[in-house]
């Protein structure tokens, strides 16, 4: 099975950590980057650049959060390429304990975001999400 | 003899001619033997001397009744009449007095006839315009209600006309009597003032205008006016005359009118609402009542001084002058507006106001009275309600925003800890599962934790404060003494600027934790290129104290985090200890106690918290 890059921002280090080590016992992934806001994920955006790797990235964030802020996040990531006239394949997946019927609209009208997953994660979860 | 008497003939004819009435002799063959010159004028003959002439070639129209009358004469009758009328041959009309008498020659046979005539047609024509007059006046005083009446003071005779009589409720046919006249007017006041009035008129010759209550004949009460006057003759008082007037409808009317008027006075005079009444043109205040310089702080007289629009807020008055004209063109019947009043003490008083129109017996509008309510109260209540109302709302959304984080903190938790758990039963290998364990030992401590300061929380929310009077240099030592051991490490200074009698109201243990807390974040939040400057300032400004801590640390972003700052769970800073729930306490402990706090703050210079209490 061909493994997936996959980029977790949370500021939960128990959620990070479950999700990065569930995806490494079933080998789903090998390129594993762990940030626990948007500032350090926007930051490593550089290293995207250099990465000639035509797979999907998949980033799964969190919805709101005192750091992190997924649909800002997503919102920022797409106009940084858009403006870098760079196409990678960036697939989205959102996570949260909770999400408001606001969320669900803004689900149907952000085209990057593939998944949107209630907490907390199990492999099921991942799987789902990698097929993507 | 012969030539005597012809003299005297002659002297008399001379005589006739010069008569000053119309005179005419004429022999028994009706011709003229002689005439007055008057004759010639009242008959309008275009001769001067007729003498000789045929009378009926000058007066063609005469009628054969007259002509038999003429015969009559000849034979010695003598006709005369007071008043008749002739119309002659142009048409117009000659009253005349007039006799015709036969007259004697020396033999006394009948020589002819003698007519004597008087044009009285001016006298008949104005006598029959004074009946007219008469006529016309006694049935328009009939139609008013107006009787007539004369006493003749001589013989004692009463006259009443039937319009008199009619007031009285008395038959047409009663004969009044001067003794019992004066009994129709009601006893006492009325009867007094028309007798003296009546008495004063016959000695004094002093006209009158009474107005009086009578009783009349079928004993109903009616109101009169009694004119009266006397015609006097050497000093002697011969007769009386006056009218006599249903005034009843009027007076009613007029009772009402002061019954209302009176009303109005006292509604004016004792109303608690504010009236005034002004001219409608110059805007000029023509009266007002207590109640409005009451409002006002001014005194009635300067207030008459006065014009509105120098009284009352000037947007407000030309928001009201547009609706006046409005009002005046009658496209509405009256304006309600507030209306903000400046005091004579500088205040601002709220009033309701409505404004209506009293216009004059055309029509025309005269007056405008204004109805004025102060509202101050009520405005002020409302204020406050309003305040009152907004910081419920911002209470109310801090807890929602405390409830939305806490159920997504709990929430969070009881995630982590489900998802550990199923991820410790999922996995065999020993490491995994010890760090797991140790993941959730993390887990429960964060939930022991957030449900901590749950509870501090909801002790701010719940607490029952009691605002003591702190002195607060003092105070602030204590705290700062507490709180040294912190400080030992760093390199600081503490710059204290509070007056030794500074006192402060508050509940002590949130104006501990607050100061406690803000000092505490400036030596966390330190800019370690600098050497830590505090400044902590106090002092009073009217009720409040004001109290500021300002620091040389690393600042905060205000434009990205201004609503955010005093938010629960933000940080702003990576430091080990920041829990994000400081400021979020200190704020909440200091509206507990009724104050504010705000920030000023710029990074890589320095954070300034104010405390206003």
Not at chain 2, 286 to 305: G, R, S, Y
Not at chain 2, 321 to 341: A, E, G, V
Not at chain 2, 584 to 609: P, Y
Request: charged share 25%; aromatic share 8%.
């Amino acid at each position: 099975m061909k493994t997936s890059k996959i980029w977790i921002i949370d500021d939960n280090p128990i959620d990070s950590y479950i999700v990065k080590t569930m995806l490494e016992l079933n080998e789903l992934s090998k390129d594993i980057h762990v940030f626990s806001n948007n500032k350090e994920a926007l930051d490593s955006l550089e290293e995207l650049n250099e990465d000639n790797s035509d797979g999907p990235i998949h980033i799964i964030t969190e919805n709101k959060t005192n750091a992190v802020n997924g649909w800002k996040l997503i919102k920022k990531m797409s106009n940084k390429f858009y403006e870098k006239k760079q196409k990678f394949n960036l697939k989205f997946h959102m996570t949260s304990e909770k999400y408001t019927e606001d969320d669900f609209e803004k689900f149907e009208k952000t085209d990057p975001l593939c998944s949107i997953n209630k907490k907390p994660l199990r492999l099921d979860h991942l799987i789902n999400m990698l097929q993507y | 003899m012969a030539q005597e008497y012809n003299k005297n003939i002659s002297d008399q004819i001379n005589i006739l001619i010069q008569a000053p009435i119309a005179v005419a002799f004429l022999d028994n063959n009706l011709r003229y033997v002689a005439h007055s010159v008057k004759w010639c004028e009242d008959y309008k003959l275009q001769y001067t001397d007729i003498k000789g002439m045929y009378h009926y070639d000058l007066f063609p129209e005469i009628s054969d009744e007259w002509k038999e009358k003429h015969q009559r004469v000849l034979k010695g009758a003598e006709e005369s009449c007071d008043e008749e009328l002739f119309t002659r041959k142009d048409g117009t009309e000659q009253w005349l007095k007039w006799s015709v008498k036969p007259w004697y020659n020396y033999d006394n046979e009948i020589a002819g006839m003698i007519i004597i005539s008087e044009d009285i047609t001016s006298k008949v024509i104005l006598r029959k315009r004074d009946q007219l007059d008469y006529r016309i006046l006694l049935s328009a005083c009939t139609k008013a209600k107006i009787g007539t009446w004369h006493y003749n003071n001589i013989n004692g005779e009463l006259y009443w006309s039937n319009a008199t009589k009619a007031l009285h409720e008395l038959p047409e046919d009663y004969q009044p009597d001067a003794s019992t006249a004066i009994l129709f007017y009601k006893e006492g006041e009325s009867r007094d003032r028309i007798t003296q009035a009546f008495i004063n008129s016959l000695t004094k010759n002093e006209s009158y205008d009474l107005e009086l209550e009578l009783t009349t004949a079928k004993g109903n009460s009616i109101w009169v006016r009694a004119i009266g006057q006397s015609d006097f003759v050497n000093g002697v008082c011969h007769r009386q005359y006056g009218t006599f007037e249903d005034i009843s409808e009027r007076k009613r009317k007029e009772h009402l009118s002061n019954l209302n008027s009176e009303k109005f006075q006292k509604l004016f005079r004792n109303s608690k609402v504010g009236v005034a009444i002004m001219d409608a043109t110059t805007l000029k205040l023509l009266d007002v009542n207590k109640a409005l310089a009451t409002i006002v702080k001014l005194e009635n007289t300067k207030l008459l001084d006065s014009s509105f629009e120098e009284l009352i807020d000037k947007q407000d008055f030309c928001l009201w002058f547009d609706k006046l004209q409005k009002l005046l063109n009658r496209k509405c019947d009256h304006i309600k507006l507030p209306i903000k009043f400046n005091t004579s003490d500088g205040s601002i008083i709220y009033t309701q106001t409505i404004c209506n129109v009293l216009e004059d017996e055309y029509g025309e509008p005269e007056n405008l009275v204004i109805q004025i309510i102060d509202i101050t109260n009520e405005k002020t209540a409302n204020q406050e309600r309003k305040v009152f109302v907004e910081e419920i709302m911002r209470k109310n959304d801090r807890l929602m925003n405390f409830a939305y984080i806490v159920s997504h903190n709990l929430r969070s938790h009881s995630s982590n800890i489900s998802g550990l758990i199923n991820f410790y039963l999922e996995n065999d290998e020993a490491d995994i599962k010890t760090k797991i364990i140790s993941m959730l030992n993390d887990s429960s401590k964060n939930l022991n934790k957030t449900i901590e300061d749950l509870n501090q929380v909801v002790t701010i929310q719940t607490t029952q404060i009691n605002i003591d009077s702190i002195p607060l240099h003092s105070f602030v030592q204590k705290i700062l003494s507490s709180i040294s051991l912190e400080l030992l490490n760093s390199d600081y200074t503490i710059n204290l600027d509070i007056q030794d009698h500074l006192i402060i109201d508050a509940f002590p243990p949130y104006l501990e934790s607050a100061l406690s807390n803000l000092i505490t974040n400036s030596i966390k939040y330190r800019d370690q290129n600098k050497s830590l400057i505090i400044e902590i300032k106090a002092f009073q400004e009217d009720e409040n104290c004001i109290i500021s801590i300002k620091d040389n640390g690393l600042g905060i972003d205000l434009s990205r985090h201004q609503e955010k700052i005093f938010g629960m769970y933000k940080t702003f800073h990576t430091h080990d200890d920041a829990n994000g729930l400081g400021l979020f306490m200190t704020k909440n402990q200091i509206e507990a106690m009724g104050g504010t706090i705000s920030v000023k703050s710029e990074v890589g210079i320095g954070s300034t918290f104010t405390i206003k209490i």
